[in-house]
């Protein structure tokens, strides 16, 4: 499976955003979906994900409450709604499909078979 993220962008601070996430070639209904964020020097780290039905999400404690996810599987994409932008949250964003659906070690980078490309999102104060 191949993603494409796209809606980055540059935005001020308390500005807002939507992340989408879509695969090329094949739905992805059937995997759980995560988005991750790197941070140049950083390591990258989990922001949140959402399991194949939508019904569960989980989101790091950085962003909850200010960001959800949600995926509309009859489109075959994943949003990430960001709100209340700051500018710690400028990174690459990255969207990542997991086949196993479990929710195990859904805040690992590890758990997950495939990544898209990245979506530039920088927030200015």
């Known amino acids: 499976v191949q993603l494409q993220a796209s809606g980055g962008g540059l935005v001020q601070a308390g500005g807002s955003l939507r992340l989408s996430c879509a695969p090329s070639g094949r739905t992805f209904s059937t995997y759980a979906v995560g988005w991750f964020r790197q941070a140049p020097g950083k390591e990258r780290e989990f922001v949140a994900a959402v399991s194949s039905s939508g019904g569960t999400t989980y989101y790091a404690d950085s962003v909850k409450g200010r960001f959800t996810i949600s995926r509309d599987n009859a489109k075959n994409t994943v949003y990430l709604q960001m709100n209340s932008l700051k500018p710690e949250d400028t990174a690459v964003y990255y969207c990542?499909?997991?086949?196993?659906?479990?929710?195990?070690?859904?805040?690992?980078?590890?758990?997950?078979?495939?990544w898209g490309q990245g979506t530039q999102v920088t927030v200015s104060s």
């Open positions: 990542a499909a997991d086949r196993t659906n479990t929710g195990w070690r859904i805040r690992s980078p590890d758990q997950y078979d495939h």
